[in-house]
C-alpha cells in the first residue's frame, strides 16, 4: 500500500512539473483560444437540432421527371446527437426504386457562419451532398446544396426545404434540376416520430 501511495504522489509531482514547464500563451493567442472555444461551444440551435432525436416511420415519395406520378416507398430513420451535442447524425433505411437502401447524414449549426450545414451519402452514389441554409422562428429550414451529377458529369445544385407541421412529424423536400436544367420537385419525406 505505501509503495503504491508513493508511486501516486511521484506521478503527481512529473505532472505538476510538466504543466509549471508549459509555454503559457500571449495575450493575443490567449485571446485566440478564446475565440475558438467560442466558437466551438454549442449553443440554442444545437439544442434545436437535439430535440430532433428519435427513432421515425418515413414515407418516401420520389419522383423521376416533372409531372410524373411518384413512386412512394416506406423506411426508417434513426437520429442521435454525437461529438457531446454539436453533430445530429442520421441514418434511414428502407427501399427506393425497389431496391435496398441506406443513407447516413449528418447536421449541424456553424457559430461562425451562423449557418446550419447538412452532408448526405447513401448507398446510390459514391459523393456526398453539402448543403448550407438557415431556419426561421417557425422552425422551417431551407438550404442550398451541391453534388456532382452523374449523368452531366459534374456539380449541379439543389434546393431542400425542411419543416415541421406537428412536434412529431418533419416533412423534407428536395427540388433539382430536369434533364432541360428547370428545377422540380425530386424527393419529398415525411417522418412521423414513433
Known sequence: MRKLAGTIVVALAIVSASAQNEPKLTP???KDMDAYMKAGTPGEEHKK???TA???SIKISSWMEPGTAPMVET???T???TLDGRVLLEDIKGTMMGAPYAGHGMSGFDNVSRKYWATWTDNMSTGMVFSEGTCD???TCKYTGHWNDPIKKGP???HMTASW???TTQVFELRGPDKKGKEFKMMEITYTKQ
Do not use: D, H, I, V
Request: with cysteine; proline share 8%; charged share 15%.
Open 49 to 51: 437540432l437535439a430535440e
Open 75 to 77: 423506411g426508417t430513420a
Open 79 to 81: 437520429r442521435t446527437m
Open 28 to 30: 493575443e493567442q490567449q
Open 165 to 167: 407541421p406537428s412536434p
Open 137 to 139: 422562428a417557425k422552425n
Open 156 to 158: 449541379t445544385t439543389c
Open 54 to 56: 428519435g427513432t421515425y
